[in-house]
Every structure is written in C-alpha cells, then in structure tokens.
C-alpha cells in the first residue's frame, strides 16, 4: 500500500509515477528519510501519474534487490514515455509527449517551442553527429507479460518494424526489449516499441552551445527549443 496521487488514502496500485513517488517519499520501503516529500514535486507526479493511467501505462512487477533509485526510475520512466527529471531540486515525472485534456498521447499535435536560440544569443555551438552504427533502423521484438486466472503467466513475444515507406526494411537487425518483468498489456508494448523505433530514425545528432541565462529562464528539463 502506497499513498495515492489520484485518489485519497493509501492502496495498492499499478501506475510508475504512484511507485516512483512512495520510493522517493516514504521512509519505511524506500528513501524517504533521505530525499522526503519535499524534494519531489507532487504536481507533476501527479500530472505524470494521469498520463499514465490514461494511455494504459501499467507497471506490475517485483522490486527484489537493491539498485541505484535514481537510475532505476529513469530506466523505467522511459518504458512509459516520461522524462525523469530534476526541477527547481525536486525529482518529477512528466510526458515525454504532447498529450490532450484527457491525458491521452496527441499524435498530430506539435511540440510548443518554449525557446529560440541564434547567432545572436548562443557561442561556442557544437554539432555532434551520431555514429552510423547507433543511427541503425532496426524491427524492435518487445516481451510482455500475459497473466492468466489461476494459472501461470506466459511471456508473449511482438515484433514491430518501421514500414517501407519510412525506411523501415524486413531485413533490419532484431533489437530486443524484454518489458515482460512488468508490462501486462500488448497495447503498452506496442506503443513503446513504435516510440523507440521513430526515436532512432528521427534522432541523428546533438547539440551543445553556451547561452545567457535570460535567453534560457523559460526552459525546464523536457522542453523543446529552437
């Protein structure tokens, strides 16, 4: 039983962000008396926690050893399409996404621009580009879990690859995301694989440049910018 974002009181739940946020607060199963409720934005939990619950995110799975907090939630996060990340010196959960009222995932909207950087407000820019090997399409073969009444569970295999008129080929290399240690749903896998294979082809370089702190003050960790 943890305390809940989305309803009151305390019970049992399935949602990462409702995990994530018991771990980092709450003394007795995670590292609450280090961090507590004070460093970890409750709203944007929350936001995250609605997200989830209305894409159809569920995490069902076991905690059985110990491991870095920090770098397991990040690795969870993106399996649910959030971004883990650091705000004001408050840890937070939020959609990698656009997403509409309802909390489900926009496909057609645009990202909002949240800043523009140019000549005239940026130096010492540096583009770097990815290897080919790391720019790779490849068919993404996920691992879930199907749970079945009074019996055992059945680890189900789904294969996705992009389609032939986005480059996609069915002779790409497999890449495999074994999800079956939490996610239940074919619906979950299948989102997340179509996510992590339009990151790879749209994803070829990055940038890093130096910039004044007025040009940057609207920019938090998740925002996209010009």
Same mark, same amino acid.
């Given at each position: 039983k943890?305390?809940?974002?989305?309803?009151?009181?305390?019970s049992?739940?399935?949602?990462?962000?409702?995990?994530?946020y018991?771990?980092?607060?709450?003394?007795?199963?995670?590292?609450?008396?280090?961090i507590?409720?004070?460093?970890?934005n409750?709203?944007?939990m &929350?936001?995250?926690a609605?997200?989830c619950?209305?894409?159809g995110?569920?995490?069902?799975?076991?905690?059985? &050893?110990?491991?870095?907090?920090?770098?397991?939630?990040?690795?969870?996060?993106? +399996?649910?399409?959030l971004?883990?990340?650091?705000?004001?010196?408050?840890?937070?959960?939020?959609?990698?996404?656009? +997403?509409n009222?309802?909390y489900?995932?926009?496909?057609?909207?645009k990202?909002?621009?949240?800043?523009?950087?140019?000549d005239? %407000?940026?130096? %010492?820019?540096?583009?770097?580009? $990815?290897a080919?090997?790391?720019?790779?399409?490849?068919?993404?073969v996920? $691992?879930w879990?199907?749970?079945k009444? %009074?019996?055992?569970?059945?680890?189900?295999t789904?294969?996705?690859? $992009?389609?032939?008129?986005?480059g996609?080929?069915?002779?790409?290399?497999?890449?495999?995301?074994?999800?079956?240690?939490?996610?239940?749903?074919?619906?979950?896998? $299948?989102?997340?694989?179509? +996510?992590?294979?339009?990151?790879r082809? &749209?994803?070829?370089?990055?940038?890093?440049?130096?910039?004044?702190?007025q040009?940057a003050? %609207?920019l938090?960790?998740?925002? +996209?910018?010009?």
């Amino acid at each position: 039983k943890v305390e809940r974002l989305l309803t009151s009181g305390s019970s049992a739940t399935n949602l990462l962000p409702e995990i994530a946020y018991a771990l980092l607060t709450n003394a007795t199963l995670g590292a609450g008396s280090l961090i507590g409720k004070d460093q970890v934005n409750r709203g944007r939990m &929350e936001l995250a926690a609605r997200f989830c619950a209305a894409n159809g995110f569920t995490w069902d799975g076991i905690i059985d &050893e110990r491991q870095n907090l920090r770098e397991w939630i990040f690795e969870q996060a993106g +399996y649910c399409l959030l971004d883990f990340t650091i705000l004001g010196g408050q840890f937070s959960l939020v959609p990698s996404v656009p +997403y509409n009222s309802n909390y489900t995932i926009n496909h057609n909207a645009k990202p909002a621009i949240k800043a523009l950087f140019t000549d005239g %407000n940026i130096r %010492n820019m540096k583009v770097t580009f $990815l290897a080919p090997e790391e720019r790779q399409l490849f068919r993404a073969v996920c $691992l879930w879990r199907q749970d079945k009444h %009074n019996g055992f569970p059945e680890t189900r295999t789904l294969t996705v690859r $992009l389609s032939n008129s986005q480059g996609g080929s069915a002779a790409d290399p497999e890449e495999t995301f074994d999800m079956s240690g939490f996610c239940t749903t074919e619906a979950h896998a $299948l989102t997340f694989a179509k +996510y992590a294979l339009k990151l790879r082809k &749209e994803i070829d370089h990055a940038v890093t440049f130096e910039t004044t702190p007025q040009a940057a003050m %609207n920019l938090a960790p998740g925002d +996209y910018f010009r």
